[in-house]
């Protein structure tokens, strides 16, 4: 069977797509515990993995693992400890990597 974000799986409340699932993330307001635009990034790249054929599980580790690596990345850039070229390149390995 091929996942896709129109697969049903039993959600908290019931039977619900993945694109369902998806959509309810984005509506609401995780703010005070992830920024939203973290979350917007981290199901974007969740979406996209889903629409490849990826599984849900493997799907969530490797958005997990974006948002993980970009913040890292970032937090490495504001203490100092990386340049801002070096930053540019990491960054933009990782969105090649997950993104295209």
Do not use: H, W
């Amino acid at each position: 069977m091929k996942i896709t974000l129109e697969t049903r799986f039993n959600g908290s409340l019931g039977p619900v797509t993945l694109r369902e699932a998806v959509e309810q993330l984005r509506e609401r307001d995780l703010a005070c515990t992830v920024a939203s635009d973290a979350v917007e990034r981290k199901v974007t790249i969740f979406s996209d993995c889903v629409e490849r054929g990826f599984t849900p599980l493997r799907s969530e580790i490797m958005a997990a693992y974006y948002v993980a690596e970009r913040d890292a990345t970032t937090e490495a850039f504001d203490r100092g400890l990386i340049t801002r070229g070096e930053l540019e390149t990491r960054q933009a390995a990782l969105a090649r990597r997950f993104l295209t």
